[in-house]
Nanobody, 125 residues
């Protein structure tokens, strides 16, 4: 059974950092493009960042550029999202998603096949 599990969320003060992890079970991540998405209360789910199968292509939403970094360790079957200088507007449930795709990664959520259950990130003083 293919499964994605996010971890690493929590409560952090503005300006703080968190590292989210997305671990796969039931399949190997190196065949999949991985995306991170988030959904705040009352808002649509939006793309945050994505990384191609071998890590050669990454993409970021304008709102997180320069603050978030996506990476992957295919040997550990895990993708990471390092989030620095967090802001209250980053508060949301963060989801990772996977699609078996070649080439550049994209942040269109309807293109992703498999989704995790999400992890809550709250940025507040």
């Amino acid at each position: 059974q293919l499964q994605l599990v996010e971890s690493g969320g929590g409560l952090v003060q503005p300006g703080g950092s968190l590292r989210l992890s997305c671990a796969a079970s039931g399949f190997t991540l190196d065949s999949y493009t991985i995306g991170w998405f988030r959904q705040a209360p009352g808002k649509e789910r939006e793309g945050v960042s994505c990384i191609s199968r071998r890590g050669g292509s990454t993409n970021y939403a304008d709102s997180v550029k320069g603050r978030f970094t996506i990476s992957r360790d295919n040997a550990k079957n895990t993708v990471y999202l390092q989030m620095n200088n967090l802001k209250p507007e980053d508060t949301a449930i963060y989801y990772c998603a996977a699609v078996e795709r070649f080439g550049l990664c994209v942040l269109r959520r309807y293109e992703y096949t498999y989704w995790g259950q999400g992890t809550q990130v709250t940025v507040s003083s």
